[in-house]
């Protein structure tokens, strides 16, 4: 069964650093999506990606933040100046419509 | 703002016996609404979901009842395993917009 993979898993770095978080959706999807879970809280909707452009984003989504697929496979984000407040779970998700959602395993981002 | 809440964090049942999560939502546009299962280390897991025009929908040992009158819904687990015992969110979303709104999860403990 076609799964969602993200990479890496975990990834630690120091405060004002950038980081890129990649993921590898679902190979027939067309929209793609940037989730963040903060230990212990929500899952929160970061970005959604359709045809190549950001479809919508949330208030998290700052200018530090940006997505980008630089080829067929690959969906990536970029925090451009990490904060301490950036450590998360971040979740890639992908789907066929614009509804059901598959989530990767996540990559467990520390900021130090 | 809008916002999505789980009636209870920490839901114990006994093995075998079924359980009952529920989740109340704000925004009465909210037309799709989905469950999704975390295991610790993982990514949030798609179990089932129904549309607005839906009051129940069943799938293999689950069932997703609605009631947009009170805006609230809920997953009922039959015959509960240990292997069920994880985090349960459901996530809505409406028209016009690709994010889901997460709630803030039950965990649900299946004792032996």
């Known amino acids: 069964e076609p799964e969602v993979t993200q990479t890496p898993s975990h990834q630690v770095t120091q405060m004002g650093q950038e980081v890129i978080l990649r993921c590898v959706p679902i190979?027939?999807?067309?929209?793609f999506y940037w989730y963040r879970q903060i230990l212990g809280q929500k899952v929160e909707f970061l970005v959604s990606?359709?045809?190549?452009?950001?479809?919508?984003k949330s208030e998290i989504f700052d200018d530090q933040f940006s997505v980008e697929r630089p080829d067929g496979s690959n969906f990536t984000l970029k925090i451009r100046s990490t904060k301490l407040e950036d450590s998360a779970m971040y979740f890639c998700?992908?789907?066929?419509?614009?509804?059901?959602?598959?989530f990767g395993p996540g990559t467990r981002l520390l900021v130090l | 703002g809008e916002s999505v809440g789980l009636h209870l964090p920490t839901l114990s049942v006994q093995e075998g016996d079924n359980s009952i999560i529920n989740c109340a939502y704000s925004?009465?546009?909210?037309?799709?609404f989905i469950w999704y299962k975390q295991e610790s280390g993982k990514g949030p897991q798609f179990i089932i979901d129904?549309?607005?025009?839906?009051d129940k929908r069943q799938g293999q040992r689950v069932t997703v009842l609605l009631n947009k009158t009170v805006k609230h819904l809920s997953l009922q687990i039959a015959a509960t395993q240990p292997g069920d015992s994880a985090v349960y969110f459901c996530?809505?979303?409406?028209?016009?917009?690709?994010?889901?709104?997460f709630g803030t999860g039950t965990r649900l403990k299946v004792l032996a």
């Open positions: 998700a992908s789907g066929r419509a614009q509804e059901t959602q598959y």
């Open positions: 190979s027939n999807h067309l929209y």
């Open positions: 990606f359709y045809n190549n452009e950001i479809s919508e």
């Open positions: 925004n009465s546009a909210s037309d799709y």
């Open positions: 129904i549309r607005s025009n839906m």
């Open positions: 996530a809505v979303s409406r028209p016009g917009t690709y994010k889901y709104i």
